[in-house]
């Protein structure tokens, strides 16, 4: 039996046969519909993932899925997709990244309490390649991940997103251990939208803009063409209060220092573009040809810690700011001691430019002090160019009873990182401020060959199998000379390259890649009229690593019409990125209250490889799970229970401090200035994990105050152990946000009102207790376990002649605060709230939104 798309694109008609299961029989079904519409909430009720047979819809379906549409998304005041999923999918979270490095250009998830690398993500069914930046501060969860970049597809462009919270890498390869993400591109001929949203936070700040439009076109009578476009603008906000050491120094007269010296906030978002592309051809009527793609890119600018003038290490101070750092100039140029105020100049005091003994030192001209560039001390600011493209093609149809579909694509993203209002102390007081430090790309190709048949045999049997062939690579660029170098004053023990975001250098900039390939084979079959189980097998050879062999066992069955069990066991595996094994940088964090600068190197790397790196292998996964599915009527209930054994996880390891002692043996490893290397981070395989969890979705329809109406409700429940860690490369605070730094419970109800013209939408959300963090600090300092709260959204909409439809609604309506910052902790870096908790710290956003169809 084979599925059909043949579609006469310039009618008001359509045509779609699909094969369901239905109370354990194996039905055919043929839809006709004359108007598209009711088409299309028919389909949106079907999944393709999870699954190599034909389409099923939810309920049949024998592990758990989640179909959302289009318009379900985009009943939310953020038009980012990951703000739209988080309110749809249970398990599904993600937090702010004000802070983190490249982390604030590309937000990390999760989904069932693992890492947003070990969720595949797929557009119509084919692989997204992954972003280039890696989430060196990702929250916990997602330390070190490199996952793809979700937030580049506009809402406007899907039909509906499907969501597999199953393992399954035994179907769809590496990376697929919590599930499958598959967005679902719109495939229209004819209409489209204009849409124009605005809004802004309670506080008056991070004004945002976006519009939008999609059309569907006729390709001949046998095809179509569906375009999207979106541009965005979002202004930066701040959480944020002055800080007490910036505070004093301007009291004692500093006027260099701004007020808040350091922004706790959203980053700016400037030129955010993207434009989706989906085509399709028929050929005949067993062959068609499909196409699609897209160009997206965006300009972020986020904060950086501030640079406090009296006592920041290898700038202003060497010595926790007892003595000011000063350079001695003749040293430099000639090698002989020239000035004479090194290590003289006091710093323990109000105001160090107030002290003769500065006056004295600066007018000398033997003598400098970084404090003569920046009085004030001063905050980086992190910007970054994210550059992202994909393009697939292929051809699909029938050959003697088989379907097929081969298909070929490629896809990049590129991270171009700047850092302005910074310094390289050793350059002295000839250095730039602002500099370009060089960029991450990441490059995937995907060929990908697939058959399947439905034969008569048992109830009906389908049988799948294929080959994946992929490549993908991970290149650094260095950055300009000045954001890289060790200028004359390094060996006096002046910082090195750009201050706070080094750039990449010549040692560092090159290409690596990999090339694996994948063959499957995938069976499903009807046992009686109650029975459907099914069985996946998936050999992978990587031209690093070795091979992998992964299976996957479901099954389902019916106890009666409305109610039936469901089960799957499976194994996985997630191989290390081209990325966390090459990637090099600097990150600046805090660590008992104190700013320190660690670099990240690659595990095989003499200075990691010094302080215990290795060869990174991959993640090996086993699950379970069992579930059941309720639907009578309009009342609709799903209850699945999972555990993911994870072994040998991939991470980012916590801060090694570089010891005075190792400097002899580190210079002979080849390792320059060992002694401004505060402390070394890398990839390793670091520890073991069980996560299980329960997640519940249901949904009810009914008519209520003349209206039409919907209840529907997602509850996660997620629990993380920790079974195992290097405690050498892995500290009991790390080891504490990953089992406790997301919510263990989170919940949201909603409520959907429909009347002819008028519509409402209220959601409640849930967010249990949590271990908070401040400035990624698990030090007693920084943490604390934070409270649960709830919060409301609402939309209100009014459509006028069916096409033209207003919009005005508010996320967390009532302005529920976040969890704010214990006393000893509050203020001390400027800042109000933990920005690691699971809603937005900014307080309550109001918007409006109005949609033109056509």
């Not at 004030?376 to 600011?381: A, I, S």
């Not at 650094?476 to 200028?487: D, L, N, P, V």
């Not at 940088?585 to 010094?610: K, R, W």
């Amino acid at each position: 039996m084979t599925i059909n798309n043949k579609r006469k694109f310039g009618k008001n008609s359509l045509s779609l046969a699909v094969s369901i299961a239905l109370s354990g029989s194996l039905l055919s079904a043929q839809v006709y519909a004359a108007d598209e519409e009711v088409v299309e909430q028919k389909v949106e009720k079907m999944a393709v993932i999870g699954s190599r047979s034909a389409p099923r819809s939810v309920g049949e379906s024998p592990v758990p899925i989640d179909i959302i549409s289009s318009d379900d998304l985009k009943k939310n005041g953020s038009t980012d997709m990951i703000d739209m999923l988080v309110t749809s999918v249970p398990s599904f979270n993600s937090r702010a990244q004000p802070i983190s490095d490249a982390a604030t250009l590309v937000r990390p998830v999760n989904l069932r309490g693992l890492p947003s690398d070990s969720t595949l993500v797929l557009v119509n069914g084919k692989r997204r390649h992954r972003a280039s930046v890696i989430a060196f501060q990702g929250g916990g969860v997602n330390d070190g991940a490199q996952g793809p970049d979700i937030s580049v597809i506009p809402s406007a462009a899907l039909k509906q997103v499907e969501v597999l919270r199953d393992g399954a890498a035994a179907q769809y390869g590496s990376d697929a251990i919590a599930g499958v993400m598959n967005f679902v591109l719109k495939d229209s001929a004819e209409g489209g939208s204009i849409s124009a949203t605005q809004g802004q936070y309670y506080e008056g700040d991070g004004t945002s803009t976006t519009i939008d439009a999609n059309v569907g076109l006729p390709l001949t009578d046998d095809g179509f063409v569906n375009l999207t476009a979106q541009y965005k603008t979002a202004d930066a906000t701040s959480r944020s209060v002055q800080r007490f050491d910036a505070a004093a120094i301007s009291a004692a007269g500093n006027t260099d220092i701004p007020n808040p010296a350091q922004t706790w906030g959203n980053p700016e978002i400037k030129d955010d573009y993207t434009i989706f592309i989906n085509s399709g051809f028929d050929i005949n009527d067993k062959h068609s040809l499909y196409a699609f793609g897209n160009v997206s890119s965006r300009d972020a600018v986020g904060g950086f810690y501030y640079r406090n003038p009296h006592n920041r290490g290898s700038v202003y101070s060497n010595d926790g700011g007892e003595t000011l750092l000063v350079g001695d100039v003749g040293l430099a140029e000639t090698g002989i001691a020239s000035c004479s105020w090194v290590g003289n100049v006091a710093a323990n005091v109000p105001n160090v430019l107030n002290t003769a003994d500065y006056q004295s030192m600066v007018a000398d001209p033997n003598c400098f002090s970084m404090n003569q560039v920046r009085p004030g001390g001063y905050t980086p600011q992190f910007a970054g160019t994210i550059e992202d493209m994909s393009f697939f093609a292929g051809v699909k149809g029938e050959v003697a009873d088989w379907d097929y579909d081969a298909s070929a694509g490629t896809g990049s993203n590129k991270s171009t990182f700047s850092l302005r209002n910074s310094l390289n102390p050793s350059l002295g007081l000839a250095t730039p401020t602002d500099f370009e430090t060089g960029a991450y790309e990441q490059v995937e190709t995907t060929v990908n060959l697939d058959f399947s048949r439905l034969f008569d045999v048992f109830e009906g049997l389908n049988f799948a199998t294929g080959v994946e062939w992929r490549e993908e690579s991970f290149e650094i660029t260095a950055g300009e000379q000045a954001s890289w170098e060790a200028g004359p004053y390094a060996s006096q023990g002046f910082n090195i390259g750009s201050h706070g975001f080094k750039g990449f250098g010549p040692e560092s900039a090159g290409k690596n890649d990999r090339s694996n390939i994948g063959v499957y084979a995938d069976a499903e079959a009807y046992l009686g009229e109650k029975w459907l189980v099914g069985a996946a097998l998936r050999y992978e050879d990587f031209s690093t690593f070795g091979d992998t062999l992964n299976y996957k066992l479901t099954a389902q069955y019916s106890a009666t019409d409305d109610l039936a069990f469901r089960a799957s066991h499976s194994t996985g595996f997630r191989a290390p990125t081209v990325g966390q094994e090459n990637v090099v940088n600097t990150q600046t964090s805090i660590v008992n209250g104190d700013l320190i600068q660690s670099f990240i190197a690659p595990p095989t790397d003499p200075l990691a490889a010094y302080y215990g790196g290795k060869v990174l292998t991959p993640e090996e996964s086993v699950s379970y799970a069992l579930g059941a599915v309720y639907q009578s009527g309009d009342f609709f209930l799903t209850v699945d229970y999972y555990t993911i054994e994870v072994t040998g996880r991939i991470a980012q390891s916590s801060q090694i401090d570089v010891e005075a002692a190792d400097y002899d043996d580190l210079r002979d490893l080849g390792v320059e200035f060992p002694e401004l290397i505060s402390a070394v981070t890398y990839y390793t395989n670091d520890f073991d994990t069980t996560t299980q969890g329960v997640d519940i979705v249901g949904s009810y329809d009914t008519e209520l105050l003349a209206g039409d109406t919907k209840f529907s409700l997602a509850y996660g429940w997620t629990d993380t152990n920790v079974d195992k860690f290097n405690e050498e490369t892995t500290d009991a605070g790390k080891v504490r946000r990953l089992e406790d730094g997301i919510p263990a419970h989170r919940a949201t109800l909603t409520w959907g009102q429909n009347w002819d013209e008028l519509s409402m939408n209220l959601r409640a959300n849930y967010f249990g207790e949590y271990y908070a963090t401040h400035a990624d600090d698990t030090s007693d300092w920084g943490s604390e376990i934070a409270s649960s709260a709830v919060t409301f959204d609402l939309e209100v909409s009014y459509t006028v002649m069916d096409s033209l439809t207003f919009s005005v609604g508010a996320n967390n309506i009532f302005d529920q605060e976040a969890q704010k910052l214990k006393d000893g902790t509050l203020g001390e870096l400027g800042g109000v709230y933990y920005e690691s908790g699971p809603f937005d710290y900014n307080g309550g956003y109001y918007y409006g939104k109005v949609n033109y169809r056509f």
